[in-house]
Every structure is written in structure tokens, then in C-alpha cells.
């Protein structure tokens, strides 16, 4: 997305998030699933929402003892300081601290009990989403930038913690205090009640107009900073290339363009926003002018007294300030509804490489593998068209054919890295679809192409999958691979902690330690996709003489662009435009004078 956006077009690209924003909106559903999580923690939930109506209530006490107060002052002015009014006053006043005091440790316990909640539903949704992205197919991963999958972790899921931790605390309080508030005043007096609610459908509609605007706003802000934030990952995974080529200025006026988006939505939904609190005070100041004269004019006829009238004064701001409060609540939340939105969307996508409801379980391997008329292709377009051949218990067969013709597409289909269109991919003839996915690829050893290294200890790079591998097993498999004597020369040898991906190493470094890490496995079925593409001459030759080593007694499937390194396999099978076109020994392939012969020529004579 990144590559497409410039600084001309970043309007552009705002208008046609602004046009797809919305539409997959379920404010009612998502708030219900985000509780959903809380369903084991019902009675500390109960507990709380108590813990909060004791506060909500001592705190609503207090107005109506502080108009009390003013009662008794009056009476004891009228009373010339009579003792019962003193005792009134004294006992008003110690139960008016008394409720402060109750309320305030009562807001305290529930506040920080809610805050334990919203952490425990952000270790939960963290959980499910590693748990999601872990079962997903590399099909996947393919079509969505790692930034932007990273932004559900860090700013999602901070968003919807701490609107959980935070709002939902304040939410649950000023319900309580407008519906109490609410109860109280009409007690005191049901007109002065009507007067304040005057106000009341202003509030709502204000309310409304603001919470329509702001919710598409934070949701396009949302999607804008994922985008954003794969942009910088992709620039920083790809530093050496945008050197290389000189395009710093045009990296950075791309991010600029993505900034600006970031910017613009989160000014829009900012300005909408601000307005609510100057609005609602508007709103606030003029009910409390109208209860003001109201119950002036009242307590002159001596409809209520001065101190239902101080009293009722305080309610009315309390009757307000809950309603100001519900409606910035919601507003806030309405950037947490937008990232639940996004979490939810990442844990509802659709497994594409699922597990047999009843997996067969494998039990003594002995490698025999089978491609039965095996098509499949990435897109529209097949990269492998009705594709057959067998590879026997201990054999080694290597696969080769020019760039594009489909070799790395046997090793994820064997993988069940995806499935096949049609046909079939069997392992000891049982289709890998109906087998269990650990116990499949519990039994392969695979290097890959690209090579992949963990910012852990060399040990742990070679022994990964095996918690149980001692060092001696390590240092074997390093042998066999010929990186022994490479780790030796380390600081600390097998200790020695390796930074992210490797850095630091050769590519052929990371390549011996990742086929030393196959080697490990000690797995039935050994497969090596393009091994020794970043080795030098002299290390291929090792390679060579160590897969002869290696082999023995396993299925070996290797992948293979360079030819050198597979003469000696027991059979080649040759893929031309995601075909088997020959299939034979290096030397019955040679003087067939196909495929492999132009390919191999190509290759090692020179024109």
C-alpha cells in the first residue's frame, strides 16, 4: 500500500477510506463480544458493579446532607443557637465527611478491580491472536504487511484496554449517578425535577450528531496507522535495498503521504470531538440558570426551603455531569469500538489449511511420498497443472526446472503450507488433508530457501523444536552440516546469542545453521529447498558430501536450481511451466537431450 501512496494522492486515498469506512460497522455486536471475555469473571464483576453503586450512593448523599446543613444553619440563626440545631448540625456534618470518605474509597477499589479486568481481557486478546495468527496459512501472510499486524498488538489492543480499565469505571458511575440523581430530585421536588430535564433532549441530540461523526473518523485513523505502521516496518526490513537503489527521498515522501492520512483522520476526528464539552456546557449553564430562578421563586412563596433549593442546585450538576460524561465516554470509546472492530475482523479470518475433525495419526514413518495429479496456483493462474511422480522410502529425489516452474510449490503443498486444487499430496499413502498437521510436520525436516535464525543462542537456532536436545546432538548436526568449526570461532560458541535474523552472519552462515537445524530434526523425510543458494563453490562441495551423509536412510525431496549439487540424486524429476517434463537419472536425462539437457548446458558450457 505503502509503494502506492504519494503525497499528491494522500487526499485521494482519504476519500476512498472515508467511502469504504462503515460498512462493517456492529458497535451493539462488538460490545457484546468484548464482554464475552469477562464471562469467568462475572462475580468479581458483580462485586465491583456493588463496590461502585456504594460509591455512586454515598457520593449522591452528600448534596442532599449539605442542603441539610444549610437548614440547620438557618434554624440556628432563627433559634438564637439552640442546642438541638447545633447536634443537628454536628451530626449532618459528621455523616456528610463520613459518605465522602466511603465514596472515595469505594470509587478507589472499584477503579483499580476494573483495571485488573481490562488487563486480563487484554492478556486474553493478545492470546487469541497470537494463537489465530500462529493457525493461519502463509497465504495469508502474503496479502497483509507484518506492521500492520503488529499495530493490533500494540495500539488495538492498548485502545480497547484502556477504555475497558478506564471508561467502562466511568461509564458504570454515571448511570448509577443520573438514575440516583434522578430518584433524589424528584423526592425533593418533582418541578424542579421537570425543569432540569429541560435540557435533557438538546443533550441527546448533541450527543448523537458528535458520536456519528467521531466513530467513522477513529475507525478510518485506525486503518490509516496500520498502514502507516507496515509502511515503516517494510522501509526498516528494507533499508539495504532503499540505500542500494537511492530511495531515501522517495521512502520518506511516502511515509509523509501515510502520515498526513494518519494526521487528517485523527484532526477530523479530533475537531468533532473537542465540540462536545463546550456544547454540553452551553447546555449545562443555561439548566442551571432556569433550576436557579425556578427555585428562587419557589422558596420566596415557600413552596421548598433554602436548603432543598442549595441541595437541588448540586443534583442539578449532578444530574448534568453524568450526561456529559455518558456522552465523552462513548465518544472515547469509539476509537476502542474501531480497533475491537479490527481485532475481531483478524480473529474471525478464515483458517484456509484446517485439521481433520478425526486426524489419522502416524506412527513409524518410512517416508514414501505421492503427488497425484496435483494442480494448484497462488491467484487465477496455476503454477502446478496435474503434476505426478513418486518418491520411494530412502531415496533422494531432486526436482528442478527454471524460475517460476513450480519446485518450491511441491515443498508447501508436502508441508501443507496450502492444499492442493486438485489431486492429492499422500505421505505413507495417506493424504497430508486427512493427517494430523503436527504429526506431519513433525516428521519432515525442512531448510528453506530463505533463511530464517532466531534472536536466541546458536543451541537453541539448531536444537529449535527439540527441548530436549543435549549439546553433543547440536554440535553433531553442526558437523554434518559443516558450520562446526564457524561456531567455534563465535565469542561463546553454541552460547552465542545471535541478533535479529541473523544479522551479523553471512548468508551462507545462516544457511549451514539452518540445514545443521534439519539435520537436528533427525526427521524421516528430509527436504531442501534451493540449500545451497547462498553458498560458495567450495562450501557446496562440503554441502554435497554432507547431504550424502545426511540421506542415508531417509526420503530426501531436494529442490534444486543450480544442477551441481544434485548429479548424484537417484532420480531427477524435471517441471517445465508447472509440469513434469522428463523424469530420470543426471545421466538418462543428459542423453535424452530435453529440458534438463538445455538447462544444464546453460548452465555449465559455455557459449
Not at 464471562?39 to 458493579?49: C, H, N, Q, R, T
Not at 442546642?83 to 470509587?107: E, N, Q, T, V
Not at 475497558?164 to 443520573?178: C, E
Request: with cysteine; net charge neutral.
Amino acid at each position: 500500500m505503502a509503494e502506492r501512496i504519494t503525497t499528491t494522492g494522500r487526499y485521494q486515498r482519504l476519500r476512498m477510506m472515508e467511502e469504504s469506512a462503515g460498512k462493517a460497522e456492529n458497535m451493539s455486536g462488538t460490545v457484546r463480544r468484548l464482554l464475552s471475555y469477562w464471562k469467568g469473571e462475572k462475580w468479581l464483576f458483580l462485586a465491583l458493579s456493588l463496590l461502585s453503586a456504594l460509591s455512586v450512593v454515598s457520593a449522591l448523599l452528600c448534596p442532599y446532607l449539605l442542603g441539610c446543613m444549610v437548614d440547620d444553619c438557618v434554624d440556628l440563626i432563627r433559634t438564637e443557637g439552640s442546642a438541638a440545631s447545633k447536634d443537628s448540625l454536628l451530626f449532618h456534618l459528621s455523616i456528610f465527611i463520613l459518605f465522602h470518605l466511603l465514596s472515595a474509597l469505594f470509587s478507589w477499589i472499584h477503579g483499580y478491580g476494573m483495571s485488573v479486568l481490562a488487563q486480563r481481557l487484554l492478556r486474553k486478546l493478545k492470546e487469541e491472536m497470537t494463537r489465530k495468527l500462529l493457525t493461519l496459512s502463509p497465504r495469508f501472510f502474503n496479502d497483509h504487511l507484518c506492521g500492520s499486524l503488529m499495530s493490533h498488538f500494540t495500539n488495538d489492543a492498548e485502545l480497547v484496554k484502556n477504555a475497558l480499565g478506564d471508561t467502562i469505571v466511568q461509564l458504570i458511575s454515571s448511570v448509577l449517578t443520573l438514575v440516583g440523581s434522578v430518584v433524589i430530585m424528584v423526592r425533593l421536588s418533582w418541578q424542579l425535577a421537570l425543569v432540569t430535564c429541560l435540557t435533557v433532549p438538546f443533550s441527546i441530540l448533541v450527543s448523537r450528531f458528535v458520536m456519528k461523526h467521531t466513530r467513522r473518523y477513529f475507525a478510518l485513523h485506525q486503518e490509516a496507522l496500520g498502514e502507516m505502521n507496515g509502511a515503516v516496518e517494510e522501509s526498516f526490513s528494507g533499508i539495504k535495498t532503499i540505500k542500494s537503489f537511492g530511495r531515501e527521498r522517495e521512502r520518506i515522501a511516502q511515509f509523509e503521504a501515510l502520515n498526513q492520512v494518519v494526521c487528517e483522520t485523527g484532526r477530523r476526528a479530533q475537531i468533532y470531538s473537542g465540540l462536545l464539552m463546550p456544547l454540553m456546557r452551553v447546555l449545562d449553564n443555561c439548566s442551571y440558570i432556569i433550576v436557579t430562578m425556578v427555585g428562587a421563586f419557589m422558596a420566596s412563596r415557600g413552596s421548598v426551603t433554602v436548603g432543598v433549593v442549595q441541595s437541588f442546585l448540586l443534583y442539578t450538576k449532578n444530574f448534568q455531569r453524568p450526561i456529559n460524561a455518558i456522552a465523552t465516554q462513548l465518544n472515547t470509546v469509539q476509537s476502542a469500538i474501531a480497533a475491537a472492530e479490527r481485532i475481531f475482523r483478524l480473529l474471525d479470518e478464515k483458517v484456509t489449511v484446517e485439521e481433520a475433525e478425526s486426524p489419522k495419526r502416524m506412527g513409524a514413518v518410512s517416508g514414501r511420498i505421492d503427488f497425484k495429479d496435483v494442480s494448484f496456483g497462488y491467484g487465477e493462474k496455476l503454477v502446478l497443472k496435474h503434476v505426478s511422480f513418486s518418491v520411494q522410502p530412502g531415496e533422494v529425489v531432486a526436482v528442478v526446472g527454471s524460475t517460476g516452474a513450480g519446485k518450491t510449490t511441491l515443498v508447501n503443498l508436502l508441508n501443507r503450507f496450502y492444499d492442493v486444487f486438485e489431486g492429492s499430496v499422500m505421505v505413507d499413502g495417506v493424504d497430508v488433508r486427512e493427517l494430523s498437521l503436527s504429526d506431519l510436520r513433525r516428521s519432515i525436516g525442512w531448510v528453506p530457501q530463505e533463511a530464517y535464525l532466531f534472536s536466541d543462542t546458536v543451541k537453541y537456532n539448531v536444537a529449535y523444536g527439540d527441548k530436549e536436545a543435549q549439546l553433543d546432538a547440536v554440535r553433531e548436526a553442526a558437523r554434518l552440516a559443516n558450520v562446526d568449526l564457524s561456531i567455534e570461532r563465535m565469542p561463546e560458541g553454541y552460547e552465542t546469542v545471535l541478533r535479529e535474523q541473523g544479522n551479523g552472519l553471512s548468508q551462507g552462515q545462516r544457511q549451514l545453521l539452518t540445514i545443521a537445524r534439519a539435520v537436528n530434526k533427525n526427521a524421516p523425510i528430509l527436504v531442501m529447498d534451493e540449500a545451497t543458494s547462498n553458498i560458495d563453490t567450495r562450501t557446496e562441495m562440503l554441502i554435497q558430501h554432507a547431504i550424502a551423509q545426511i540421506t542415508q536412510g531417509r526420503t530426501c525431496l531436494i529442490i534444486a536450481h543450480r544442477l551441481g549439487t544434485i548429479k548424484n540424486a537417484d532420480r531427477i524429476v524435471v517441471l517445465h511451466e508447472g509440469q513434469v517434463a522428463e523424469e530420470g537419472t543426471h545421466e538418462e536425462l543428459l542423453r535424452k537431450r530435453g529440458t534438463y539437457w538445455t538447462i544444464y548446458n546453460s548452465q555449465f558450457v559455455e557459449v
